[in-house]
């Protein structure tokens, strides 16, 4: 069974910086791109970042929102992968999945985010 | 960045009825499109990749078209396990980039 487990939430200063990881299990994690979306109370989706495999020389890439803020990272021998955010401020406040995608192809290429973590809180609040 | 703008952000629907819902690129993304189905309180869950084809175990009164700029979600015969919000995302370039979602409420 595909599991993917975030933690690291909780209640940040402004100007603070937060370490969320995430923990999966039941697939090959090596064979994945790893991505962070996050929420903010009440609103929509927002793509935070994605680290790419070893096929893709761990490339990183960012929202454009985000950018010179956070960083991603994963270590293949715990199967985990990590986001750090620097100066933290109250519209950081959300909750922050975990996603795999894949590279599928069948003809056509595609990328396909099939799988989800539960979500870690994170409140920006002095 | 590409930006995706969904339409409507909130649709009055009733069971049974069909559904269209749009996302619009600011640039040609070619297919490169996923949608997504997120219930209150749940993860998002995906429905569709490749702008057309269907996730595992999802139902096939789920469909999704479009190429380009425009794409549509189709769901023909709505139920009330649908009553969701549903986003977009574009991953045809960097930094990938999801829609403001529409939400569908009974009427």
């Known amino acids: 069974e595909v599991q993917i487990l975030e933690t690291g939430g909780g209640l940040v200063k402004p100007g603070g910086s937060l370490r969320l990881s995430c923990a999966t299990s039941?697939?090959?994690?090596?064979?994945?791109?790893m991505n962070w979306v996050r929420q903010a109370p009440g609103k929509g989706l927002e793509w935070v970042g994605q680290?790419?495999?070893?096929?893709?020389?761990?490339?990183?890439y960012y929202a454009e929102s985000l950018e010179g803020r956070v960083t991603i990272s994963r270590d293949d021998s715990k199967s985990s992968v990590y986001l750090q955010v620097s100066s933290l401020r109250a519209e950081d406040t959300a909750i922050y999945y975990c996603?795999?995608?894949?590279?599928?192809?069948?003809?056509?290429?595609?990328?396909?985010?099939?799988?989800w973590g539960q979500g870690v809180s994170v409140t920006v609040s002095s | 960045e590409t930006v995706m703008t969904q339409s409507p952000t909130s649709l009055s629907t009733s069971i049974g009825e069909r559904v269209t819902l749009n996302c619009k690129a600011s640039?040609?993304?070619?297919?490169?499109v996923d949608w997504f189905q997120q219930t209150p309180g749940q993860s998002p869950k995906l429905l569709i990749y490749g702008a057309s084809n269907r996730h595992t175990g999802v139902p096939d009164r789920f469909t999704g078209s479009g190429f380009g700029r425009d794409f549509t979600l189709t769901i023909s015969n709505m139920e009330a396990e649908d009553l969701a919000v549903y986003y977009c995302l574009q991953y045809g370039s960097n930094p990938w980039t999801f829609g403001g979602g529409t939400k569908l409420e009974l009427k």
């Open positions: 996603t795999r995608s894949y590279y599928y192809y069948d003809g056509t290429y595609y990328y396909v985010m099939d799988a």
């Open positions: 039941g697939f090959n994690f090596n064979d994945y791109l």
């Open positions: 640039q040609s993304v070619g297919i490169d």
């Open positions: 680290i790419r495999n070893k096929n893709y020389n761990y490339a990183t």
